[in-house]
């Protein structure tokens, strides 16, 4: 009785480890497919000159979707960036547990809404009422929101796993609250922090439906100018010229997605070369 127990026990674990590995393998066989086919065609498409000339008709090139992108990236960035950190801090370290209950319920209730709601809802709000138009502005705060809850949601989670003795040692030698954050607990969680923005950047980078509504679209470079002037961006031309039946059309469509690969890629290095650096992790 006890071995026919032990048979199932075992079998039903195999079964177990059986399913995680095939899921596994799905997920890996969709990434590396989805990564294979984008450089693959990506640079069979791409040539230098795109990064210097803009887009004109069904060809051209990118250089206003790429300063466009980059625009409205730094824009949401620096609004949500340390409005998500600040946030983090709040609900892991001061908030009580009833607010920081109601805060986390909000941010998943935020983190929930589809961002095309989120581009419509900008629309109506900047883009009529408040009379901006299309613009770098409207497309980046829409971001912003966009990307909030995720920063906010790591940092707290990060700064949760630094163990309690490193604030009771701090505590110890006489520092207040906010110098124990400062000097202390934050350089074990900046991992963390840090990944946390970098995923909300390339959140903001592949977002296409509510930049429709607020950023509009522009074949022209951005001149910086936050309102009243819309703005090109890489995912418009994935989108739209991806199904145009023209070769130059779908070539530029794959060159534009073979360009977000890599800008993706490179902020995730340069994060990580300074979280390394200044988390003081160098092995010797």
Known sequence: MASARRVRRKWRSNLGWGFAWVATALVLF??????????????????????????????????????????????????????????????????????????????EVLSGVPSIVLGYFGYLLMVLQWGWKFSALAGGI???????????RTTEASLLQVPLAQREA?????????????????????GGMATGVLMAIAIGMGETA?????????????????THEPVGYLTYVVWT????????????????????????????????TLVWRTSGVRKS
């Open 30 to 107: 969709g990434l590396m497919n989805m990564l294979f086919t984008i450089v693959s065609k990506g640079l069979t498409s791409f040539r230098w000159n795109m990064l210097t000339t803009v887009t004109s008709g069904i060809a051209g090139g990118l250089q206003n979707a790429i300063l466009g992108t980059f625009e409205l990236v730094i824009i949401s960035t620096v609004i949500a960036a340390p409005l998500g950190i600040l946030g983090g801090v709040f609900v892991s370290e001061f908030a009580g547990s009833r607010l920081a209950t109601v805060i986390r319920f909000l941010t």
């Open 142 to 152: 829409t971001l912003t929101v966009i990307m909030l809850p995720y920063i906010l």
């Open 170 to 190: 701090a505590w110890a030698l006489g520092m207040t609250k906010f110098q124990a954050i400062s000097k202390v607990v934050w350089r074990p969680a900046a």
């Open 210 to 226: 509510p930049l429709l509504y607020t950023a509009g679209w522009s074949t022209f470079n951005p001149t910086f100018k936050l």
């Open 241 to 272: 010229y991806l199904d145009q039946p023209y070769p130059q059309a779908r070539a530029l469509a794959y060159s534009a997605a073979f360009v977000l690969v890599v800008i993706i890629l490179f902020i995730h290095l340069v994060v990580r």
